[in-house]
């Protein structure tokens, strides 16, 4: 170990044993101040903690129970008003399971896009072709997401930048962004959205936002602070079922666009 040279009280050097443990000549060890730092838990313990404490939640159960509990909370909400011919419930195969390769995490949401749709490089990235790209319809996103805020619109969106990268996704929120410029956005070709059921639901009952061509809706049921979820916080549950049954429910019936619970 390399050698330290300390002075002494008549000037002269002398040296001694360096030691990162050595307390100076005359001074008592002192204790240092416990760090200021954020104790940050790895992301795979906090996933398995969020894991443990939702699974009881509407998204881990089969898809046959997320069926059933969808189509008693639709009807909860719109029975009243629902028709004979809309009160059929949500079936089955229209609820698309996730994959039990990786976590539900955010970081794996494109991984389970990718196992949804299998042709995911032209149906959520655009075709390759132009021509075919010229006969899609405008403002019908292939993959709407539905969250509670627009915090976790922009978090979810962020977990699909595999397929962002190359189409811009168009943000369907009020926050900092008006429904005019909203309008002007879905007059293109539009493959990944997200946004919260009120302003969804807005821009579709004007008639700028379509389903023609979308063909999942992804329900985003994390839990905020509060421990509430998109179908537990009552205005935004309300909003969300209206959507959907002027807008989304005889296409799911006809098995045109399907749903998933994240």
Same mark, same amino acid.
């Given at each position: 170990?390399?050698? $330290?040279?300390?002075?002494?009280?008549?000037? $002269?050097? $002398? *040296?001694?044993?360096?030691? =990162?443990?050595?307390?100076?000549?005359?001074?008592?060890?002192?204790?240092?101040?416990?760090?200021?730092?954020?104790?940050?838990?790895?992301?795979? *313990?906090?996933?398995? $903690?969020?894991?443990?404490?939702?699974?009881?939640?509407?998204?881990?159960?089969?898809?046959?129970?997320?069926?059933?509990?969808?189509?008693?909370?639709?009807?909860?909400?719109?029975?009243?008003?629902?028709?004979?011919? =809309?009160?059929?419930?949500?079936?089955?195969?229209?609820?698309?399971?996730?994959?039990?390769?990786? @976590? +539900?995490?955010?970081?794996?949401?494109?991984?389970?896009?990718?196992?949804?749709?299998?042709?995911?490089? @032209?149906?959520?990235?655009?075709?390759?072709?132009?021509?075919?790209?010229?006969? +899609?319809?405008?403002?019908?996103?292939? %993959?709407?997401?539905?969250?509670?805020?627009?915090?976790?619109?922009?978090?979810?969106? +962020?977990?699909?930048?595999?397929?962002?990268?190359?189409?811009?996704?168009?943000?369907?929120?009020?926050?900092?962004?008006?429904?005019?410029?909203?309008?002007?956005?879905?007059?293109?070709?539009?493959?990944?959205?997200?946004?919260?059921?009120? +302003?969804?639901?807005?821009?579709?009952?004007?008639?700028?936002?379509?389903?023609?061509?979308?063909?999942?809706?992804?329900?985003?049921? !994390?839990?905020?602070?509060?421990? %509430?979820?998109?179908?537990?916080?009552?205005?935004?549950?309300?909003?969300?079922?209206?959507?959907?049954?002027? !807008?989304?429910?005889?296409?799911?019936? @006809?098995?045109?666009?399907?749903?998933?619970?994240?």
């Amino acid at each position: 170990m390399a050698a $330290k040279e300390k002075k002494t009280k008549n000037g $002269k050097r $002398k *040296e001694r044993p360096f030691s =990162e443990t050595a307390v100076p000549e005359g001074k008592k060890p002192f204790l240092t101040r416990p760090s200021k730092k954020k104790v940050v838990i790895p992301p795979t *313990e906090a996933r398995k $903690k969020d894991d443990e404490r939702n699974s009881d939640a509407i998204q881990w159960k089969s898809t046959s129970e997320q069926a059933t509990l969808l189509t008693e909370s639709f009807y909860t909400v719109c029975g009243s008003r629902l028709s004979s011919l =809309e009160r059929e419930s949500i079936p089955e195969a229209s609820v698309v399971p996730l994959s039990d390769e990786r @976590d +539900r995490s955010v970081e794996s949401l494109g991984f389970h896009m990718k196992r949804m749709v299998p042709k995911w490089k @032209d149906i959520l990235c655009g075709p390759r072709d132009t021509e075919q790209e010229s006969l +899609r319809a405008a403002g019908s996103p292939t %993959l709407l997401v539905l969250c509670s805020s627009a915090v976790r619109c922009i978090e979810l969106l +962020r977990g699909l930048s595999v397929f962002t990268k190359s189409c811009k996704p168009v943000k369907l929120f009020a926050k900092h962004i008006k429904v005019d410029e909203q309008v002007t956005l879905l007059k293109e070709q539009v493959y990944i959205a997200a946004g919260t059921p009120n +302003r969804v639901r807005k821009l579709a009952d004007l008639g700028a936002l379509a389903f023609e061509q979308s063909s999942i809706v992804l329900l985003d049921m !994390h839990r905020d602070a509060k421990g %509430l979820t998109l179908l537990s916080v009552p205005e935004v549950r309300d909003e969300f079922w209206e959507l959907y049954r002027t !807008h989304v429910h005889q296409r799911v019936l @006809d098995k045109q666009l399907r749903l998933c619970l994240f």
